[in-house]
């Protein structure tokens, strides 16, 4: 099993960030490869359209509002250059200075694919989720 995360500060509050990233059908409007973003079979599934690319199809494992934290497992993925198998990440956001600034968090746990290396698999994850970190700073700061 390997695993890769990206974790920074950001300059807003716990619950405004929240409000963009906690959604589940919200991954795009804040991760700059998800071209479009559907919600399907009743809003625990959402197909993902990347950016110059196939499809990525997830399903929300648990969702936790309160503790501002979800999970998800990939499903499928359809004409997507991405060796990943038995994938299951999370999204979280905490409190670092309360109606200030908060931590955000994205990572997962996956196997790498036929072909594919371990290190291989974790640097194009790390990759990914630090561009949705970079991303979200620039937006809110931090």
Known sequence: MVKAAASGKLNAPADELWALVGPFGNLGKFDTSIAKCTLEDGGVQRRLDIVDSGHI??????YDNEGRIYHWKIVDIIDVPMPIINYRATISVADDEPGKSCVFTMGATFDPGPGATGKEVEELM???????????QKMFGG
């Open 57 to 62: 199809i997830e399903r929300l494992l648990n």
């Open 126 to 136: 790390a990759a990914d989720f630090g561009a949705v970190l970079g991303n979200l």
